[in-house]
């Protein structure tokens, strides 16, 4: 995995939640992520210079791997997550703060 490289999922069809991967242009790459027990995808966004490297197919796998993971696992609960994002070790998950109604 790639130093510093952050790779963000967001729900098709939703706005980011949380900031996005640093960087001063962003690039949303070609194949989004699906779920593969329904069909909600997650179009993927990361830094543009890091995203044209050399070397990203090889470092981002494992990252694209763990967000891979964490859409299926966020399945059961009906997808309310609506942004992912890893930078290594850990997913960070971001969700849209339910509206509470309100009674007059």
Do not use: Q
Request: net charge neutral.
């Amino acid at each position: 995995m790639g130093v510093d490289l952050t790779i963000a999922a967001i729900r098709s069809g939703t706005d980011p939640v949380g900031k996005l991967p640093e960087g001063a242009f962003h690039r949303w790459l070609e194949t989004p992520l699906g779920c593969p027990k329904c069909d909600v995808s997650y179009n993927l966004v990361v830094d543009w210079e890091r995203a044209n490297g050399r070397w990203f197919e090889e470092e981002s796998r494992g990252l694209v791997r763990m967000l891979k993971k964490a859409i299926f696992m966020g399945h059961g609960s009906g997808h309310r997550v609506t942004h992912f994002e890893t930078a290594g070790v850990v997913v960070k998950s971001f969700t849209v703060a339910e509206k509470a109604e309100v009674k007059a």
